[in-house]
């Protein structure tokens, strides 16, 4: 049973504000490391410890309240001109931020949080010095009450809720992999138990958690003139509903008139424009600032860097770029890969640095902007860039590619094969990087959300990984298809062009059909094949499309023109190779094809030149 029955939304409440302060305090703390006297960034993490404290209080999660209370005096004196901040105490003040986050993930499971790790505690009552600070753990009843009191604090954190928007977390907060029979009385100081023999303490349950990724959310933040709108054209809506029913009344009584007519006319392109509105608009709820997303991500560059021994500033820009909330909490794991890869791989260390003429700090930029229908994100580096004859000898050396492979290819492909599973130019395994995984992953997250991902690199300047995405999931752009007369849904984003299929210019190559199209010798793959349709006939039209480096020509029987289609997921059967459904004018319900899926059976039996290399045979199978 959960140690805060009656208190579940209190708790929540909590969790979702809390954490974005936290956020805040994070990125406040990678400041504070470059300027570390400024007074204003002192008070503002001294209050965010505050806030939190007060909070935890009024839930009774002492442990979480003792730790806050302990760097809250520690910036106390920050602030006051009574310590000096050294990277040192940086260092553990990050580890007690590390806990509070730990702790938070306990609070989610319902639960009471466990002290904090002894080197922690130590090491801020050390910092503090341990005779002047013996009572802290005292301390922890006071602010409790403050909590209670309904002071400042509780206000400031529900502040959001009450504000200008409808505050419901976007962000989700690690879950520890602990037991309800967590800790209801905490144990003593400087102890660490676990509930069972092998059960995680919370702070491994929480790097797990981290490290797994987070459970999605199903909660948004909805700014309330976004709602108002939604609500004014839904009153439109069924202001004009009324107005249709009367008119319907008047043409069923006989009233055919040209002013009926003329009238109804105008009411349904009327009901089309309000409609087109409130598709937008309740689109645009779903949108969420990329912001949110990027905070996370300066405290990460600085812990690894601090761990590799590098001087790196991360630079944010278009954090006010709004994104699909479903693509922000799926574009997390791929970014954290490319900032890892770019303060690890990317970036060199001082002394390479300064032999190379460039100053000692290195700079990693992460940029988000809206380009048309898309949005663009950038993740760029000062550093040493790549090697394109490099990466094709890695490929080479681990078998990844032929020899006569790499010759075909130019400095661009080379540089994608970076993506390739297995592939990596690290000689030496570290916990950080250098197992070969990785890139693949990040191509292969990005292209599910129907985007792409391309690289720049100029060896000795840096890298540039730019990653494109739709605006939006919610409504996809596709072509549609006829097998027979049935139709199927494929993503606009594949299609190349659509070209006749000339039987007597097939050609066989390695007992497949291939098709050359502009010297680019392509696979004939045919979707009733794919989908293990019967085939009458053989089928007259082809549909060049390109998916991730493959290109290929997909045979079908007719079309049946493009159409913006609003998804829906199957959620409890999904036959493989189907990515979701959607509803035609006519009421017809048609499948989305999921090409890649479709195709990935028959990868063995692909080989496809990525785009732009010399002409060569292709096999399908």
Known sequence: MSDFAGMEDLLQDFLQEAHDLLSDVDNKLVDLEKMPDDRSLLN?????????????GFLN???LVTLCHLTENLFDRLRNGEMELTPELMDIIMAATKGVRDMFGELGQGVQPRPAPDDVLAGLR??????AEAEAPAAATPAASEGVAGGPDWKALHGAVTGQSVAVSTEVIPKAETGASAAATPPPYGRRVTDKPGSPTPAGAGRRAEERGAARENTIRVDTARLDQVLNLSGEIGLMKNRLTSLRADILAGKTDSDTLHALDQAVSQLDLLVSDLQNSVMKTRMQPIGRLFQKYPRIARDLARQLGKDVDLVLAGEETEVDKTMIEDLADPLIHLIRNAVDHGVEGSDERLAAGKPTKSVVRLEARQEGDHIVLIIADDGRGMSAERIRAKAIEKGLISEEEANTLDE???LHLIFLPGFSTKTQISDVSGRGVGMDVVKTNIQKLNGTV??????GKGSVFIISLPLTLAILPVLLVLLGDQPFAL???????????????LQEVGGKATLVVRGEILPVVSLAKLLGWPQDHPPEYGVLMQTA?????????????RD????KSLEDFRPRGVAGVTTLSNGQIVLILDMKELLSDLGQHLDVEPRGSSMRALEFG
């Open 564 to 567: 913006d289609a609003v998804i």
């Open 61 to 63: 999660a002492n442990e």
């Open 491 to 505: 993503p606009l984003s594949l299609v190349r062009e659509i070209l006749p299929i000339e039987h007597g210019k």
């Open 549 to 561: 480096e493959r290109s290929f020509i997909l045979a079908v029987d007719n079309f049946a023109g």
């Open 412 to 414: 661009r492909q080379s």
């Open 454 to 459: 391309d690289i720049r690199s100029e060896p």
């Open 44 to 56: 503002d993490i001294f209050r965010g410890f505050h806030t939190v404290k007060g909070g935890a």
């Open 126 to 131: 050390g910092a503090l010095d341990a005779d």
